[in-house]
């Protein structure tokens, strides 16, 4: 591993811990030439994931995209990263778990729409104007409405 601040490959190890359910290492590094710390993750290599895109162009799956999307749309939002680190972790997992070595991008959209409809109803509506290339008010409104719809027909945990 190079050293972040000085580029130097020498370092030592000074914590290890399994992190993610065991999936990913998390290890503290300390740069034997500068002194400063830095976090690294290993993960175990997976076979390689092909995301087909509306235009037919192919790409290598990129989980940090993923997390951008939804970074974005929970912004200033009551949802923390790690919620976030996670979901993306749980829809990785599902992907990985199939058996198609190529998925399309419509596919994960909806997988990230389903999550966010879970965790923020606002970050949902955000994430689904801009996955969904709204172009009027009216498709704004079709989706609050229909969050309205799923709340009333939700039973109430708190009376």
């Known amino acids: 591993m190079r050293c972040p601040y000085c580029g130097v490959d020498e370092d030592h190890v000074v914590d290890s811990r399994p992190s993610q359910a065991g999936a990913v290492i998390r290890r503290r590094r300390e740069c034997l030439r500068c002194g ?13 994931l092909m995301v087909v895109k509306k235009d037919g162009r192919r790409e290598p799956f990129d989980r940090s995209k993923i997390l951008q999307g939804m970074v974005v749309a929970c912004r200033k939002r009551p949802v923390s990263m790690e919620v ?49 290339e709204f172009n009027d008010p009216q498709q704004f409104s079709r989706v609050v409405q229909m969050l309205t719809r799923q709340q009333k027909r939700a039973p109430r945990a708190e009376q």
């Open 84 to 132: 976030l680190e996670k979901t993306v972790d749980a829809i990785e997992q599902e992907i990985q778990n199939r058996d198609e070595a190529e998925i399309s991008s419509v596919e994960i959209g909806r997988m990230v729409m389903d999550k966010l409809l879970q965790i923020d109803p606002v970050a949902y509506v955000r994430f689904a104007s801009v996955y969904e």
């Open 36 to 48: 400063k710390r830095y976090t690294t993750f290993e993960r175990y290599e997976e076979r390689p």
